[in-house]
């Protein structure tokens, strides 16, 4: 089921970094890096903030129209309603990776949202150990929760004013507010990797 998901993601990016699409490509980079800042292509995090902005730019970035990439997808391919349903209503928020589980699953915390979330079994490999706190996407087909590609670790040091901070925006119950805020973080975290001789917890203000 996790490959059926990412064919069509991939299927995405192949159909709409392209041809007639290759302008909103270009114009939609412009306005995520201008939000979360620019990395060099040498730096060791640069694949992850393209998966970053990979994951975005499907799911969340509006054209001129107001249209998003993922919904043009939809309509123009007529997926099913329960594969429709969950690439609609991908889960993109601030996780924690609490554990993994006496079956051997990934536990994750979704701090913004304050939820347990269990990774389907045999979930691939993450580049992240227990602790570890970062942005990322999570969608959940038929019963099973898998990580999507893009994820954006933070410095544990700064955990507890992340979860401080995520208390604030719940309550706002925006979810403006909530992208506003992840974006938040991955500038933060951009700014962080510019000046890492600076303490964190001196960057991670809001």
Same mark, same amino acid.
């Not at 040498?42 to 054209?63: A, G, L, P, V």
């Given at each position: ?13 192949? =159909?709409?970094?392209?041809?007639? %699409? ?17 990395? $060099? ?7 992850? +903030? ?11 970035? +509006? ?8 919904? $043009? ?13 969950? @690439?609609?209503?991908?889960? %993109? ?29 045999? %979930? ?12 990322? +996407? ?15 670790? =933070? ?23 909530? =992208?506003?805020? @992840?974006?938040? @973080?991955?500038? =933060? ?18």
């Amino acid at each position: 089921m996790l490959e059926t998901v990412h064919e069509h993601l991939d299927t995405v990016l192949s =159909l709409y970094t392209q041809g007639a %699409h290759f302008d909103e490509l270009k114009a939609a980079k412009e306005k995520y890096f201008s939000i979360t800042g620019k990395l $060099d292509e040498d730096k060791d995090e640069f694949e992850s +903030r393209m998966n970053c902005f990979n994951d975005w730019y499907i799911f969340q970035y +509006r054209d001129d129209n107001g249209s998003k990439v993922i919904e $043009d997808y939809i309509r123009t391919n007529q997926l099913d309603v329960e594969l429709s349903q969950a @690439l609609l209503n991908v889960n %993109h928020s601030l996780f924690d990776f609490s554990k993994i589980n006496f079956r051997k699953q990934i536990v994750l915390h979704d701090i913004l949202h304050d939820e347990k979330i269990v990774l389907m079994k045999n %979930h691939p490999t993450i580049s992240l150990m227990e602790g570890d706190v970062f942005t990322g +996407r999570v969608i959940k087909f038929k019963g099973e929760h898998y990580l999507l590609r893009g994820i954006c670790t =933070l410095p544990q040091g700064v955990k507890s004013i992340l979860k401080k901070q995520s208390k604030k925006v719940r309550k706002l119950n925006s979810f403006e507010e909530e =992208l506003n805020f @992840l974006l938040q @973080l991955e500038c =933060l975290k951009t700014k962080a990797m510019h000046y890492s001789h600076i303490d964190p917890t001196k960057i991670f203000i809001f």
